[in-house]
């Protein structure tokens, strides 16, 4: 059986040692540009929520945006952009979180 990921993993580019050494970076933007392969992504990242009355998606800055954003409309629900401390006016909510080349507030 073929894995229907396939096609978008391989519009997906890996870029070693970014932005630091042991870090693979993930270089969406070969995908973003491909209508079809971003579509594709969308749909996969939908499905297993149609239909579960999924009323916000959240995405973090900044590829967060992007497809959170598309995925919130394809499950016909509201977006909430994450951003980093400072960018938005309050009230806000903190969560701490962190990522493999550093810690996030």
Do not use: N
Not at 71 to 100: D, M, N, S, W
């Amino acid at each position: 059986m073929t894995d229907p990921l396939l096609p978008i993993q391989r519009l997906i580019r890996s870029v070693a040692d970014f932005p630091k050494p042991g870090v693979t970076f993930r270089d969406v933007t070969p995908m973003l540009a491909d209508a079809g392969g971003f579509a594709r992504c969308i749909d996969a990242l939908a499905e297993p929520w149609q239909g579960s009355g999924v009323q916000a998606v959240c995405g973090i800055e900044s590829r967060g945006f992007i497809f959170g954003a598309a995925l919130a409309q394809k499950l016909h629900a509201g977006f909430v952009p994450l951003r980093k401390p400072g960018k938005l006016p309050p009230p806000l909510v903190t969560v701490e979180y962190e990522l493999e080349y550093g810690r996030h507030a």
